[in-house]
């Protein structure tokens, strides 16, 4: 299991008071670029409605106090949590409620980057990661929307063929490789990690790049064509 605090010496080397609330991770770090606010998950958390709305409370909060601050996301998510009381209060409303409180930040001006550095599954990962306006990842994360032996469960295709799938198609395939060819993952950071959220924090948040990111990679190569056919319709 990761952990989170030797990262974040090496993310803000000039300094940080991130801090572990259970699961939850607040806190803010110091750069050559000001301050930047932290939020997140550790230890594989699942993200049940307590964790969701924890997360979506300290978003509102940074928005409130400190206006058009960046936002680090730092990942570690087994995805949503798996127990009848979530199920029963709701917990994809709460996922989407943390979504949109992202979204309010973003439209508030604060740059939103999210950096997987342990697992990241499902709509855990949705919520807090692919909703930033870049995503990152370290090179030994787990990225997957589902693993392959349940896929061929609910799917009843044979795991052999799934596998034989994932050499050639970047969407069957788990892993931060398979994701960063598809462009939903920007870059994978490796070394010094200060310089590289340094790079990103320098890097406008400008327009969504990951369906050409996905066609340039080879990964996702038909939905930059059908977007623009979208939007080109009359």
Same mark, same amino acid.
């Given at each position: 299991?990761?952990?989170? &605090?030797?990262?974040?010496?090496? /993310?803000?080397?000039? !300094?940080h008071d991130?801090? +572990? %609330? !259970?699961?939850?991770?607040?806190?803010?770090?110091?750069?050559?670029?000001?301050?930047?606010?932290?939020?997140?998950t550790r230890?594989?958390?699942?993200?049940?409605?307590?964790?969701?709305?924890?997360?979506?409370?300290? *978003?509102?909060?940074?928005?409130?106090?400190?206006? @058009? =601050?960046?936002? /680090?996301?730092?990942?570690?998510?087994?995805g949503q949590?798996?127990? =009848?009381?979530?199920?029963?209060?709701?917990?994809?409303?709460?996922?989407?409620?943390? +979504? @949109?409180?992202?979204?309010?930040? $973003?439209?508030?001006?604060?740059? /939103?980057?999210?950096? *997987?550095? !342990?697992?990241?599954?499902?709509?855990?990962?949705?919520?807090?990661?692919?909703?930033?306006?870049?995503?990152?990842?370290?090179?030994? +994360?787990?990225? $997957?929307? &589902?693993?392959?032996?349940?896929?061929? =469960?609910?799917?009843?295709?044979?795991? %052999?063929? /799934?596998? %034989?799938?994932?050499?050639?198609?970047?969407?069957?395939?788990?892993?931060?490789?398979?994701?960063?060819?598809?462009?939903? *993952? %920007?870059?994978?950071?490796?070394?010094?990690?200060?310089?590289?959220?340094?790079?990103?924090?320098?890097?406008?948040?400008?327009?969504?790049?990951?369906?050409?990111? !996905?066609?340039? =990679?080879?990964?996702?190569?038909?939905?930059?064509?059908?977007?623009?056919?979208?939007?080109?319709?009359?």
């Amino acid at each position: 299991m990761p952990d989170v &605090m030797p990262l974040c010496d090496r /993310l803000f080397p000039e !300094g940080h008071d991130v801090r +572990a %609330e !259970g699961d939850l991770l607040r806190g803010t770090g110091a750069t050559s670029h000001g301050p930047v606010a932290v939020v997140g998950t550790r230890n594989r958390a699942g993200i049940g409605v307590d964790l969701a709305f924890a997360l979506a409370t300290e *978003v509102l909060q940074i928005v409130a106090r400190f206006p @058009k =601050r960046p936002i /680090l996301m730092l990942v570690d998510t087994q995805g949503q949590q798996l127990s =009848r009381r979530d199920e029963l209060l709701g917990n994809g409303g709460y996922l989407a409620h943390l +979504a @949109k409180c992202f979204e309010i930040a $973003r439209l508030q001006g604060h740059l /939103l980057l999210s950096l *997987v550095y !342990g697992e990241a599954v499902s709509g855990g990962y949705l919520s807090l990661g692919m909703i930033a306006d870049r995503a990152y990842a370290l090179a030994d +994360a787990q990225i $997957r929307v &589902m693993a392959l032996p349940a896929m061929s =469960r609910i799917t009843q295709i044979p795991i %052999e063929d /799934l596998q %034989e799938l994932c050499r050639t198609s970047a969407i069957f395939g788990p892993g931060v490789d398979n994701y960063q060819r598809l462009g939903a *993952v %920007e870059d994978v950071w490796a070394g010094d990690l200060a310089s590289s959220l340094a790079q990103a924090l320098r890097t406008p948040a400008g327009s969504d790049r990951r369906a050409q990111l !996905g066609a340039a =990679r080879g990964g996702r190569v038909h939905a930059e064509r059908v977007i623009a056919a979208v939007l080109a319709a009359p």
